[in-house]
Structure formats: structure tokens, C-alpha cells
């Protein structure tokens, strides 16, 4: 069992920056692989990026290439999102969610993930 708490969210112009992390407590988090997801007001919740458990792969949605990065610190067992170049589009509640990595898929599909985070406001204005 894991849990999982975001921080990091606010808002932000623009063009802006800003670093979400996921902080996990329990099991041995490099037993997990990751991922981040996000939630924009009335659409579904959708997958942004994945990395496995010890870093060797990572996964990111079309929509965030180039300007996210998904990083892992086992040691501190917390997940990172670092988002450049933030556009309104990226406004959404950000969660980051985990999964045994006896049962990693590699995928973006919420269905495939156990443990989920509350969650963390990301707001982007334009």
C-alpha cells in the first residue's frame, strides 16, 4: 500500500513554469511505477505522463511533449512533474497515481493505476 500526496499547484501566467510533487508514504516506492494525470472542469480525467519504477522508461501524452518532464526521486520517494511553457490549456486539478510494478502496463489509461493522490490545483491564465 502507498499514499500519495501532490503539492506544488497555483497559478500562473502563460509561458510560465511551475513543479508539482507527489510524495509517497508506505511501501518501497521504487516498487511502483507512476504516473501524473489531470482533470480540466467538465472533461474526463486523462493521462499526461508515466515513468516506470526505476526511471528507465517514461511515457508523455502528445499534448505535453517538450514541455513536461516526469522525474523520480526513490530515495525521497517523490514523484515530480516539471512544466514549462504552461498554456491555458493545462488548467486542470493534476494527480498523480501508482501501481505495483508487478502489474505496470506502461500505459495512460486510469483504469491501470491503484493508488491515487487528492489532487492539486494547477491554474494557467492566458
Known amino acids: 500500500q502507498v499514499r500519495l500526496v501532490e503539492s506544488g499547484g497555483g497559478s500562473v501566467q502563460s509561458g510560465g513554469s511551475l513543479r508539482l510533487s507527489c510524495a509517497a508514504s508506505?511501501?518501497?516506492?521504487?516498487?511502483?511505477?507512476m504516473a501524473w494525470f489531470r482533470q480540466a472542469p467538465g472533461k474526463e480525467r486523462e493521462g499526461v505522463t508515466f515513468?516506470?519504477?526505476?526511471?528507465?522508461?517514461?511515457t508523455y501524452a502528445d499534448s505535453v511533449k517538450g514541455r513536461f518532464t516526469i522525474s523520480r526521486d526513490n530515495a525521497r520517494k517523490t514523484l515530480y512533474l516539471q512544466m514549462n511553457s504552461l498554456k491555458p490549456d493545462d488548467t486542470a486539478t493534476y494527480y498523480c497515481?501508482?501501481?505495483?510494478?508487478?502489474?505496470?502496463?506502461?500505459?495512460?489509461?486510469?483504469?491501470?493505476?491503484?493508488?491515487w493522490g487528492q489532487g492539486t490545483q494547477v491554474t494557467v491564465s492566458s
Open positions: 497515481a501508482a501501481q505495483h510494478y508487478m502489474y505496470c502496463t506502461g500505459s495512460l489509461r486510469e483504469s491501470d493505476y491503484k493508488y
Open positions: 508506505g511501501d518501497t516506492s521504487s516498487s511502483y511505477c
Open positions: 515513468i516506470s519504477r526505476l526511471s528507465r522508461t517514461s
